[in-house]
């Protein structure tokens, strides 16, 4: 069974900043898929961000892109989304994931992913 524990979530005025982390008890993080997941209240919860396994490939929600970074550290068995620019609409419970199993993957899709955190409060204000 992979944990996952999101932190770094806060109150922050519109056009700051906040890096929020996912810390994974897996034994083979790095071999892990791993998504940002945001929900609003009264929405459906979003896809945000992806990250590979190799790094070499980046997944971003059209409305994060060019503000939001999603990054990991294998050797910390962690992921990281650096969320710049922050606007009013970004306030949501953001959520960790991971994918564990190695067949082929569709980043945006919530179902792709079998572990979840229990999410961290995001709240920009005006």
């Known amino acids: 069974q992979v944990q996952l524990v999101e932190s770094g979530g806060g109150l922050v005025q519109a056009g700051g900043s906040l890096r929020l982390s996912c810390a994974a008890s897996g034994r083979t993080f790095s071999s892990y898929r791993m998504g940002w997941f945001r929900q609003a209240p009264g929405k459906e919860r979003e896809f945000v961000a992806a990250?590979?396994?190799?790094?070499?490939?980046?997944y971003y929600a059209d409305s994060v892109k060019e503000r939001f970074t999603i990054s990991r550290d294998n050797a910390k068995n962690a992921v990281y989304l650096q969320m710049n620019s922050l606007k009013p609409e970004d306030t949501a419970v953001y959520y960790c994931a991971a994918k564990t199993t190695k067949s082929n993957w569709l980043p945006t899709r919530s179902n792709e992913y079998a572990y979840w955190g229990q999410g961290t409060q995001v709240t920009v204000s005006s």
């Open positions: 990250i590979s396994w190799s790094e070499s490939s980046t």
